[in-house]
């Protein structure tokens, strides 16, 4: 009965725990919602111009899961998907909470940064269609039984037919699971409808906003992975071209990977879009005092202590190094 | 005595803090990060966000340590979050069971949980049970 309970997750703990109450109260509730169903997928229809009826996604492989690991199979899908060759076994040290016999979110998502993919967020099932409509397989988070009794388990939604009410999961067996859409709504929404996408730098969650995926990507630098957060950057600017992190982030990360010409160029940019940002002066500065152009570093330290805000003891100190000493 | 003690344990804690963040920036030479440039909209939320992410990471890591996870994979792990992560992590980690379920000793009869779930898995509510029919495909 427990082989695919997976895991307990910090979002829906809370949840859990102030279950337990009364047994009897939460029998007659189910009882009386018995007749209520879920939502309609008729009136979804009407509400999101746009969604294609169905949609099924080809490239996803079924990796069916060991006891506990439907975090880790869930991730090695939509990351083979992405082009990783990962496989459950590889990512079960990185996701896996040995005591809690299942995997926490972040771990999910950290790892998807370790392997240099995007982890974004989708929430509802709005975004949820709009996702796999537009090709992209999205990790879920279900409570397979009830609040008070959770059965918690990591899923790949890879298709979806409205007219014929059905969504296909890739739930860690060897084969595609068809769930009505009824089961799945009610299993979904006992997560809050959590959901992921796991994306190359290069490819655009269908629902992004500007700074949600710009937190993506800043993920990506936070796990390190330089080249593909400056990807990550450029897929940003071709959406919101002239937004000021995304040059910033695209400048660090160019920074990080010592490329400096370049990363002058993006904080040029970002100086030239925004005269009054300290920051993007305060990092040319940086830059130009790397590359040994030290009066031009001494310019752009200058204008940002003139900005001043409250950053202002960085662009002193900048300045400060730049006047006292070699790069 | 508890009091006596208390205050200048405090700010000895309270200064080892603060050099820990000023060596931190320290460490950071002058680069402004990406992250402040994208928080920077809302400032006092983000300086709290820091400030909590700051003082979180350790408790995170050690509460994942005590989930089984080698202090490296940990580090790791929390490494790969963003600050507003961390925090919102560390918020919600609190939460997180000693042991095992007290819900599932409340409940006890394993029977009654097993017929509560079969009819909420005929009624669709539910899919715990594999053997329980869903779609006619």
């Given at each position: 009965?427990?082989?695919?309970?997976?895991?307990?997750?910090?979002?829906?703990?809370?949840?859990?725990?102030?279950?337990?109450?009364?047994?009897?109260?939460?029998?007659?509730?189910?009882?009386?919602?018995?007749?209520?169903?879920?939502?309609?997928?008729?009136?979804?229809?009407?509400?999101?111009?746009?969604?294609?009826?169905?949609?099924?996604?080809?490239?996803?492989?079924?990796?069916?899961?060991?006891?506990?690991?439907?975090?880790?199979?869930?991730?090695?899908?939509?990351?083979?998907?992405?082009?990783?060759?990962?496989?459950?076994?590889?990512?079960?040290?990185?996701?896996?909470?040995?005591?809690?016999?299942?995997?926490?979110?972040?771990?999910?998502?950290?790892?998807?940064?370790?392997?240099?993919?995007?982890?974004?967020?989708?929430?509802?099932?709005?975004?949820?269609?709009?996702?796999?409509?537009?090709?992209?397989?999205?990790?879920?988070?279900?409570?397979?039984?009830?609040?008070?009794?959770?059965?918690?388990?990591?899923?790949?939604?890879?298709?979806?037919?409205?007219?014929?009410?059905?969504?296909?999961?890739?739930?860690?067996?060897?084969?595609?699971?068809?769930?009505?859409?009824?089961?799945?709504?009610?299993?979904?929404?006992?997560?809050?409808?959590?959901?992921?996408?796991?994306?190359?730098?290069?490819?655009?969650?269908?629902?992004?906003?500007?700074?949600?995926?710009?937190?993506?990507?800043?993920?990506?630098?936070k796990?390190?992975?330089?080249?593909?957060?400056?990807?990550?950057?450029?897929?940003?600017?071709?959406?919101?071209?002239?937004?000021?992190?995304?040059?910033?982030?695209?400048?660090?990360?160019?920074?990080?990977?010592?490329?400096?010409?370049?990363?002058?160029?993006?904080?040029?940019?970002?100086?030239?879009?925004?005269?009054?940002?300290?920051?993007?002066?305060?990092?040319?500065?940086?830059?130009?005092?790397?590359?040994?152009?030290?009066?031009?570093?001494?310019?752009?330290?200058?204008?940002?202590?003139?900005?001043?805000?409250?950053?202002?003891?960085?662009?002193?100190?900048?300045?400060?190094?730049?006047?006292?000493?070699?790069? | 005595?508890?009091?006596?003690?208390?205050?200048?344990?405090?700010?000895?804690?309270?200064?080892?803090?603060?050099?820990?963040?000023?060596?931190?920036?320290?460490?950071?030479?002058?680069?402004?990060?990406?992250e402040?440039?994208?928080n920077?909209?809302?400032?006092?939320?983000t300086?709290?966000i820091r400030?909590n992410a700051f003082?979180?990471?350790?408790?995170?890591?050690?509460?994942?340590?005590?989930?089984?996870?080698?202090?490296?994979?940990?580090?790791?792990?929390?490494?790969?979050l963003t600050d507003s992560e961390v925090a919102?992590?560390?918020?919600?980690?609190?939460?997180?069971?000693?042991?095992?379920?007290?819900?599932?000793?409340?409940?006890?009869?394993?029977?009654?949980?097993?017929?509560?779930?079969?009819?909420?898995?005929?009624?669709?509510?539910?899919?715990?049970?594999?053997?329980?029919?869903?779609?006619?495909?």
């Open positions: 009965m427990s082989s695919r309970s997976c895991i307990i997750t910090p979002g829906n703990f809370r949840a859990t725990r102030r279950q337990g109450a009364s047994f009897l109260s939460v029998t007659i509730l189910f009882i009386l919602l018995a007749g209520c169903g879920g939502v309609q997928l008729t009136q979804i229809q009407k509400e999101m111009a746009g969604i294609p009826s169905r949609a099924e996604l080809k490239n996803v492989p079924l990796y069916p899961q060991e006891a506990d690991q439907c975090g880790a199979a869930s991730l090695a899908m939509v990351l083979h998907w992405s082009g990783i060759p990962a496989t459950p076994e590889s990512l079960v040290p990185e996701v896996y909470s040995p005591s809690l016999k299942g995997s926490l979110q972040p771990a999910i998502i950290g790892a998807a940064r370790r392997s240099g993919r995007v982890a974004y967020h989708i929430y509802g099932t709005e975004g949820l269609l709009r996702e796999v409509g537009g090709g992209h397989p999205v990790i879920v988070l279900l409570n397979l039984g009830l609040s008070w009794h959770p059965k918690w388990h990591y899923a790949v939604v890879t298709g979806y037919d409205l007219s014929e009410n059905f969504v296909v999961v890739h739930s860690g067996k060897i084969k595609p699971e068809y769930f009505p859409f009824r089961v799945f709504e009610n299993t979904w929404a006992r997560s809050n409808r959590w959901g992921l996408l796991v994306l190359r730098p290069a490819d655009l969650p269908v629902t992004a906003d500007e700074k949600s995926y710009l937190a993506a990507v800043l993920g990506l630098e796990a390190r992975q330089w080249r593909e957060a400056v990807n990550g950057y450029q897929t940003a600017l071709r959406k919101w071209p002239g937004s000021l992190t995304a040059l910033m982030g695209l400048g660090n990360s160019l920074y990080a990977l010592g490329d400096l010409p370049q990363a002058e160029k993006a904080f040029r940019d970002a100086a030239h879009l925004y005269p009054t940002s300290g920051p993007a002066f305060n990092n040319l500065a940086q830059v130009l005092w790397k590359e040994g152009r030290r009066e031009e570093a001494l310019a752009a330290a200058e204008k940002a202590v003139a900005l001043g805000g409250p950053l202002s003891a960085t662009f002193q100190k900048t300045l400060e190094e730049i006047q006292s000493g070699n790069p | 005595m508890m009091k006596t003690v208390a205050k200048p344990v405090s700010f000895l804690l309270i200064f080892c803090l603060l050099s820990m963040g000023f060596a931190l920036g320290k460490a950071q030479a002058a680069m402004v990060g990406t402040t440039v994208l920077a909209t809302k400032t006092h939320q300086d709290r400030l003082l979180d990471r350790p408790k995170v890591q050690a509460v994942l340590e005590a989930q089984g996870i080698s202090p490296e994979e940990a580090r790791a792990r929390i490494a790969c919102e992590l560390a918020a919600t980690v609190d939460g997180l069971p000693a042991g095992g379920s007290a819900v599932g000793a409340l409940i006890g009869a394993g029977v009654l949980v097993f017929i509560v779930l079969l009819i909420t898995d005929i009624l669709g509510f539910t899919h715990v049970f594999p053997f329980v029919y869903h779609h006619p495909r």
